[in-house]
């Protein structure tokens, strides 16, 4: 990687050091040090414009590789929506098999019927509930 550093006066009325590359990102801490050192830094803040060159551009190699990951991640993630659709399927027919059985189990309740005894003049209302169940087929 090659970076071109120019440091400008903080009023960018003027440049105060010449371009230099720097090798790599790291170089940046060794040009604050130089820099420091030989007391530029003196009573002015500093800016530093950093230009990297641009990045070279891929090859047709780089670009089916990167298209066979892309395809293999598109892969795995239709495999997943697939086995999800699977789990929403299964828990459809669930719920409609829990549906009809309620509606049998309604049907059963609404077939049963309340008998009780008529109460005696005297006595107290029967605590006592029987059910009887009638089947209406």
Known sequence: MHTSVEILSSDNSQT???????????????????LSRKKLFKKQQFYIQQETTPPPQPTITSLILENRLQAATIHRQDEKIHR?????????????????????LQQQ????????????SSSP?????RYQYTDHR
Do not use: C, G, Y
Request: charged fraction near 25%; glycine fraction near 0%; aromatic fraction near 8%.
């Open 16 to 34: 105060i050091f010449e371009i230099f590359s720097l090798k790599n990102a790291l170089s940046l801490d060794f040009a604050f040090i130089w």
């Open 84 to 104: 999800q659709d699977e789990k929403i399927h299964l828990l459809t027919a669930t719920v409609r098999s829990l549906e009809d059985q309620m509606k049998h």
């Open 109 to 120: 309740l609404d077939n049963l019927k309340v008998v009780q005894p008529a109460p005696p």
């Open 125 to 129: 209302p029967p605590r006592d509930v």
